[in-house]
């Protein structure tokens, strides 16, 4: 089994349309409508302000897979710029975010598909049910749930190109689909008085801290997150340093103005007479369709109910793919067993990571059984995975000034600062108590780290741990302004509200030059300088692992 069997059989369009198929997957089904419950029709704005945060924290990650064109490298790049501690931190963020999207995109479709109705569909009611406000799905829910992941699973178990012709087709039609239905909700039901309905009922006025919780865990962050995928697949395409900026940006602007005018057409469509108690009273089990069906759109209903299978498994099946690389690629890191480094011969698959990463998604399936309470947790998890990229790759300008870079954006400090400071800034918004709570997440696997360290003869491991200071004393800061902040974010109020936004804002901006001033220049990137200047023509460029980089670094 040969790490080199990683094949570059995936172009510039193709990449494009895997983080196209990411961004839109459940997210299209539902984000519209928890968005507009938390913020009204200041959704509209929590969508544009989520696209210029996630397209600022995407180029930094932009010239990162760019430079390190590598299979899962969004769990490597911490690694690259301030060793094994923060890379493994990082990693674990970013694969919790990642591979519990495979179960939400099958508990969506059931959950559009328990709304069905049709007569001979009338089995389907018992797929999910709603108690008390919350709702999940029932056992024979959960089976065709375990069979769809089983779908995406074996969509990628053979070959990259399979994953990559079939996401295509895929993306398409669900780019087509959401198009369409904005469309014809604008043309055949739009009511201009909605958008001056409050999301508690009264007269709307804009409500700053309800826009940006909307674009913290209304499913705004789940779904821009798909513009990891193109990153994470930087190994498999052809030329990564055109292809992939042009699939994280494009596919980015592209959901962009999808997803304003599904917000505005679901605004629009939805009867008056349902926003009595305004827009935080109004259930739904499935937005879009439902909507059709009222407004006696059957063709568009019918539709809708196709592709709330077609949108979710073309995610799924993108996410099996990528989560698959982020776990051979923490494996390259030298934090897992070596089994999961292994590539099928032929297929140029990780197979065992795609196994280990089938039976974590169904636990995750039966733990939480609902979309919105998986997307929220998601969402979290997404935004810690963030933190690093902008910290890594400003680093790695000041510690590896002369590594090759196929993509160098213009302006990157400023632009780095920014996207620190506004991924910290929505992990505030998410509120507490959730964001205490993902954070004491990320502290669970640690032991796996150091176990692995420990294997190792704790080999620089002070170096490693003053490299991660500024990240260790980052999250507990954070949860703690996070509990005593005000009570809009749901904390204890003793920061008063608009102090506590600029507290954080300050505190980014500090972690965020602390971070920078203790990267170091890792064995990983003098390896990585080494294995550029020897590399053949035509012979594979993959960066290597820990191991390897030990290796090199003491032999030279």
Do not use: C
Not at 179 to 200: E, K, Q, W
Not at 330 to 337: A, I, S, V, Y
Not at 541 to 552: F, G, N, W
């Amino acid at each position: 089994m040969s790490h080199s069997a990683i094949r570059r059989d995936v172009g510039a369009f193709a990449l494009m349309l895997t983080g196209l198929g990411s961004i839109i997957g459940s997210g299209w089904l539902f984000g519209a409508w928890h968005a507009a419950q938390l913020a009204g029709p200041g959704a509209v704005y929590a969508w544009l302000i989520g696209a210029v945060i996630i397209l600022f924290i995407a180029l930094t990650y932009a010239e990162l897979g760019a430079m390190f064109p590598e299979s899962g490298g969004m769990v490597r790049y911490g690694h690259y710029s301030h060793g094994s501690l923060v890379g493994f931190i990082a990693g674990w963020a970013n694969w919790i975010a990642i591979v519990s999207v495979i179960p939400v995109e099958a508990e969506a479709s059931v959950q559009y598909m328990a709304s069905w109705p049709w007569e001979w569909a009338a089995w389907t009611k018992d797929l999910y049910v709603v108690t008390n406000g919350h709702g999940e799905l029932t056992p024979p829910g959960l089976a065709i749930a375990v069979v769809l992941v089983l779908v995406y699973f074996f969509l990628n178990f053979w070959s990259v190109k399979l994953f990559a012709k079939s996401n295509t087709a895929i993306t398409v039609f669900k780019l087509v689909v959401p198009a369409a239905t904005g469309i014809a909700l604008i043309a055949t039901s739009y009511n201009p008085g909605n958008f001056d309905i409050g999301a508690h009922g009264g007269t709307h006025a804009i409500d700053i801290s309800s826009i940006l919780t909307a674009v913290a865990i209304s499913g705004i962050v789940f779904s821009f997150n798909g513009f990891q995928s193109p990153v994470n697949l930087a190994g498999e395409a052809r030329n990564p340093g055109r292809s992939v900026p042009l699939a994280v940006i494009g596919s980015i602007l592209l959901a962009t103005v999808v997803y304003v005018l599904l917000q505005v057409a679901f605004i629009g469509a939805v009867p008056p007479d349902q926003l009595g108690n305004g827009w935080a009273g109004l259930e739904y089990a499935s937005p879009f369709a439902q909507l059709a069906t009222a407004l006696m759109i059957n063709w568009m209903a019918i539709l809708l109910y196709a592709d709330a299978f077609v949108s979710p498994s073309g995610t799924g099946a993108t996410y099996t793919a990528t989560t698959a690389r982020m776990i051979y690629a923490m494996e390259r890191n030298g934090q897992l067993p070596k089994i999961f480094g292994h590539i099928h011969p032929r297929f140029g698959i990780p197979r065992p990571a795609m196994w280990l990463n089938l039976v974590v998604s169904f636990i995750f399936l039966f733990f939480f059984r609902g979309w919105g309470t998986l997307a929220a947790v998601i969402s979290v998890s997404t935004i810690i995975s963030y933190l690093t990229g902008p910290v890594s790759v400003m680093t790695l300008r000041r510690t590896a000034p002369e590594l090759k870079r196929p993509l160098r954006i213009p302006g990157l400090p400023v632009l780095a600062a920014l996207a620190f400071i506004f991924a910290t800034e929505l992990l505030y918004w998410a509120k507490w108590p959730l964001t205490g709570e993902i954070i004491l997440l990320m502290v669970v696997a640690l032991p796996i780290y150091f176990y692995y360290t420990a294997k190792s003869g704790w080999e620089d491991f002070s170096r490693h741990l003053k490299g991660a200071w500024w990240l260790i004393v980052y999250l507990p800061v954070i949860a703690l302004v996070s509990w005593a902040g005000s009570k809009t974010f749901g904390g204890h109020d003793y920061i008063p509200y608009g102090y506590d936004l600029a507290l954080v804002a300050v505190l980014g901006a500090i972690f965020y030059f602390w971070g920078i001033a203790t990267g170091w220049r890792t064995p990983m990137v003098e390896a990585a300088r080494f294995h550029h200047d020897e590399l053949e023509p035509g012979e594979p460029d993959l960066p290597p692992s820990a191991d390897e980089a030990e290796k090199i670094v003491g032999h030279r």
